[in-house]
């Protein structure tokens, strides 16, 4: 196997072990309520927007070995602030911090991958790969988030000292990669405005992928608010307390991880489009039915949709990649990742305020209703455009 799909697979789980899985709610609401949380969550999807396509085109430009170290090292240093908060206003300003390490990681190492197997002439083997990533992404959190719960009833700041010191292994790792040599460009301020401009032309240079990018964003915006912030809340209103919250999180991202190793099949079976209309049409019905559900079926439709938003990431990564040229990669993945988060920027302090005042599970309930509308005018979409392309047997 390649040094570097191995070392990506290691980068996979340092980046994700999320010792605070589970807990965060909890550490958070020990500086502030929903409506404050939904202040924290703008500060991270705020900063996560604004540098996404900036960091996308580093990648592109200064190299995505570089890239990956700098991001393992920021979010080591944020999570280690996180858990030395003595207020509400460090801790915003330590998940600023981190989220910037987070965007100079987002696209980058997808892009490292599949340079790294288009050098060698071996990207079909693309969507197995990220499959594989998906799965360690789901199993570091998993394992991470099981001993995060035990920990914090020890102390509440150790998951988040445990996070930042597993991201700092991550940058030793990324000593060792090699920088795919495929399509690169040296910097320079006019290849930086350039690459961030064709960022957004790769997502709209051909009416198919247009339609493709407006599929894939229609499922990703609701995705982004219900994984950020919503599955949390509703974990709290199932009723599942501090000690076990970890051991379910562990449970759902084990079984998501199994989960993405579907994506491929998906792909093959249903081909892209009607792969990514299902596991959208899931994630919402779980959504829908969230108002009459308690500890056990809230905790299954947490699994159920966790599931399939693992399996919508993979098949999203595929489509983009697919698609895209190898020296735009970076950037293009980061401006997809950019518009997808903008609508929680907007709405996050207001989804806090929501579930405040007529609770998570009705808040749950109104994007699944949301996520409906836009899969049924995608699917409408898809018919009026082939019925327009099919000749008339009369003509």
């Known amino acids: 196997m390649n040094k570097n799909i191995l070392l990506s697979y290691f980068l996979a789980f340092f980046k994700n072990s999320w010792f605070w899985l589970g807990i965060w709610v909890f550490y958070y609401l020990r500086f502030t309520n929903y409506?404050?949380?939904?202040?924290?969550?703008?500060?991270?999807?705020?900063?996560?927007?604004?540098?996404?396509?900036?960091?996308?085109?580093?990648?592109?430009?200064?190299?995505?070995?570089?890239?990956?170290?700098?991001?393992?090292?920021?979010?080591?240093?944020?999570?280690?602030?996180?858990?030395?908060?003595?207020?509400?206003?460090?801790?915003?300003?330590?998940?600023?911090?981190?989220?910037?390490?987070?965007?100079?990681?987002?696209?980058?190492?997808?892009?490292?991958?599949?340079?790294?197997?288009?050098?060698?002439?071996?990207?079909?083997?693309?969507?197995?790969?990220?499959?594989?990533?998906?799965?360690?992404?789901?199993?570091?959190?998993?394992?991470?988030?099981?001993?995060?719960?035990?920990?914090?009833?020890?102390?509440?700041?150790?998951?988040?000292?445990?996070?930042?010191?597993?991201?700092?292994?991550?940058?030793?790792?990324?000593?060792?990669?090699?920088?795919?040599?495929?399509?690169?460009?040296?910097?320079?301020?006019?290849?930086?405005?350039?690459?961030?401009?064709?960022?957004?032309?790769?997502?709209?240079?051909?009416?198919?992928?247009?339609?493709?990018?407006?599929?894939?964003?229609?499922?990703?915006?609701?995705?982004?608010?219900?994984?950020?912030?919503?599955?949390?809340?509703?974990?709290?209103?199932?009723?599942?307390?501090?000690?076990?919250?970890?051991?379910?999180?562990?449970?759902?991202?084990v079984f998501s991880a199994f989960a993405s190793q579907a994506t491929p099949l998906l792909k093959r079976v249903f081909g892209e489009k009607t792969a990514l209309i299902f596991s959208g049409a899931i994630i919402a019905i779980t959504l829908l039915v969230s108002p009459l559900l308690g500890l056990v079926f809230g905790g299954l439709s947490l699994l159920l949709r966790s599931s399939f938003q693992s399996i919508y990431s993979g098949l999203s990564s595929i489509t983009i990649n697919n698609n895209t040229e190898s020296k735009y990669r970076a950037t293009t993945l980061s401006t997809f990742n950019m518009i997808k988060n903008i609508p929680y920027v907007l709405c996050a302090y207001f989804v806090g305020s929501l579930s405040d005042n007529y609770s998570a599970k009705n808040s749950a309930f109104f994007l699944g209703a949301l996520l409906i509308i836009f899969l049924i005018f995608q699917a409408k979409s898809s018919r009026t455009t082939s019925a327009t392309l099919t000749p008339s047997r009369t003509a």
Request: hydrophobic share 50%; net charge neutral.
């Open 35 to 253: 409506a404050g949380v939904g202040i924290l969550e703008t500060v991270l999807i705020v900063t996560m927007t604004v540098t996404e396509i900036p960091t996308g085109a580093i990648a592109d430009l200064f190299g995505k070995k570089k890239t990956l170290f700098l991001s393992c090292l920021l979010q080591g240093i944020g999570d280690i602030f996180m858990g030395m908060s003595p207020s509400f206003s460090f801790l915003a300003f330590s998940i600023f911090i981190a989220a910037i390490g987070g965007t100079l990681y987002s696209g980058t190492l997808e892009a490292l991958v599949y340079d790294t197997l288009k050098q060698n002439h071996k990207e079909s083997e693309y969507d197995k790969k990220i499959a594989n990533i998906n799965t360690i992404q789901l199993i570091a959190p998993a394992v991470c988030g099981a001993l995060g719960g035990f920990m914090y009833t020890i102390n509440p700041r150790f998951p988040y000292l445990a996070t930042g010191v597993f991201h700092l292994f991550g940058c030793i790792a990324t000593i060792f990669l090699t920088e795919p040599i495929i399509d690169t460009v040296k910097f320079s301020f006019k290849n930086y405005l350039l690459q961030t401009k064709q960022g957004i032309k790769q997502l709209t240079k051909s009416i198919d992928i247009k339609k493709q990018t407006i599929l894939l964003l229609s499922v990703g915006v609701v995705v982004v608010i219900v994984d950020e912030m919503l599955n949390s809340f509703l974990g709290v209103e199932f009723g599942f307390k501090e000690e076990s919250i970890g051991i379910v999180w562990a449970v759902i991202y």
